[in-house]
């Protein structure tokens, strides 16, 4: 699936496909923190090994939106798994990785503060 280009931000995702996604011509095929201002790499390689603390690093990017994708299927988290950011005031939402992206440089392009959390599931050794 191909994005439009966004010049209004540093990082924006170009493209998302099951190889990964593409920010700025970079195919990027591991879990990744993204936001405007920085692309990150990001410890769980899957849904199974996501914990809370995982998404606090989320609140280092001071975002008012955390979104968060799940791979190529939405996956809802346990509540607590959350918790921690919600209640800090921060919009939690949790889809598929396509949508994810798609809403990431749709709020970009409105100047908000939003973190994707993305996981990319990696094939065993």
Same mark, same amino acid.
């Given at each position: 699936?191909?994005?439009?280009?966004?010049?209004?931000? %540093?990082? !924006?995702? /170009?493209?998302?496909?099951?190889? #990964?996604?593409? $920010? =700025?011509?970079?195919?990027?095929?591991?879990? &990744?923190?993204?936001?405007?201002?920085?692309?990150?790499?990001?410890?769980?390689?899957?849904?199974?090994?996501?914990?809370?603390?995982?998404?606090?690093?989320?609140?280092?990017?001071?975002?008012?939106?955390?979104?968060?994708? %799940?791979? !190529?299927? /939405?996956?809802?988290?346990?509540? #607590?798994?959350? $918790? =921690?950011?919600?209640?800090?005031?921060?919009? &939690?939402?949790?889809?598929?990785?396509?949508?994810?992206?798609?809403?990431?440089?749709?709020?970009?392009?409105?100047?908000?503060?939003?973190?994707?959390?993305?996981?990319?599931?990696?094939?065993?050794?």
């Amino acid at each position: 699936m191909r994005f439009a280009e966004d010049n209004n931000s %540093t990082y !924006s995702i /170009q493209s998302v496909s099951d190889d #990964g996604i593409v $920010i =700025n011509d970079k195919l990027i095929s591991r879990s &990744v923190l993204v936001s405007a201002n920085t692309v990150q790499e990001w410890p769980p390689c899957s849904l199974a090994e996501l914990t809370s603390d995982h998404l606090a690093r989320c609140l280092e990017l001071d975002p008012e939106i955390v979104l968060i994708g %799940t791979g !190529s299927k /939405q996956v809802f988290l346990p509540a #607590g798994t959350i $918790i =921690n950011l919600q209640e800090r005031g921060i919009g &939690v939402e949790i889809m598929a990785n396509p949508a994810a992206c798609r809403t990431f440089n749709v709020l970009l392009s409105e100047e908000r503060r939003v973190v994707l959390a993305l996981l990319m599931d990696q094939p065993a050794a």
